[in-house]
Each structure stands twice: as structure tokens, then as C-alpha cells.
Nanobody
Framework: QVRLVESGGGLVQAGGSLRLSCAAS????????MGWFRQAPGKEREFVAR??????SYATSVKGRFTISRDNAKNTVFLQMNSLKPEDTAVYYC????????????WGQGTQVTVSS
């Protein structure tokens, strides 16, 4: 059974930093795309960042502040979030393995990030 478990969320003041982790188990994702999404209250889930075998991509709203990385030996993907803003407050979800339909096949349960002003 494949599981993605996020950790590292919490409460931080504006301008602060957090590092999210997503540990995968049940299969390895070394060559697969993995991504981070977020969903704020009353809003739809939105793309944050993605890492593939050879490249990364970011939403415009986080580019220059967030960095996605992975440790294939630990089957883990990270999201370093700096210069956090109140509008970054959301539940952050990890996702892995984009299927033929362009959708991620696996999702974590989410971790809450709250940025106070």
C-alpha cells in the first residue's frame, strides 16, 4: 500500500520559514514527478511546486520564496518555504506519480500551515 505522509507544518509569523517533508512508503518514486499543492479555506486546491527527475517548477505566487527538493535515498520530498506571507496559510498536500491522464495518482493527508500577520 502506497502512503505519503506530510510533516513540518505549523504556526509561523509572517517573514518566517518552515520546511515541509513528505515521506513515501510502499513504492519508490525516484524517477516520478512529485509535487506540493495547497488549499486555503473556501478556495480550491492549487499547485505550488513540482519536481521531476531533471527539473522543478513553481507557481508564480511562490517562485523565489519556496524550494522543492527530494532525497531519493529516503524516498522523501521537501518544500522549503521562506519569507512566508499570511496568504500562504493553507493545508499543504504532497502528491506523487503523474498518471496517463495527467493527474497525480497518490496524495498525502495534508499538513496545516498558518502564517500570522
Amino acid at each position: 500500500q502506497v502512503r505519503l505522509v506530510e510533516s513540518g507544518g505549523g504556526l509561523v509569523q509572517a517573514g518566517g520559514s518552515l520546511r515541509l517533508s513528505c515521506a513515501a512508503s510502499g513504492r519508490t518514486f525516484g524517477r516520478d514527478a512529485m509535487g506540493w499543492f495547497r488549499q486555503a479555506p473556501g478556495k480550491e486546491r492549487e499547485f505550488v511546486a513540482r519536481i521531476s527527475w531533471s527539473s522543478t517548477s513553481y507557481a508564480t505566487s511562490v517562485k523565489g520564496r519556496f524550494t522543492i527538493s527530494r532525497d531519493n535515498a529516503k524516498n522523501t520530498v521537501f518544500l522549503q518555504m521562506n519569507s512566508l506571507k499570511p496568504e500562504d496559510t493553507a493545508v499543504y498536500y504532497c502528491a506523487a506519480d503523474i498518471g496517463a491522464n495527467g493527474q497525480y495518482n497518490y496524495w498525502g493527508q495534508g499538513t496545516q500551515v498558518t502564517v500570522s500577520s
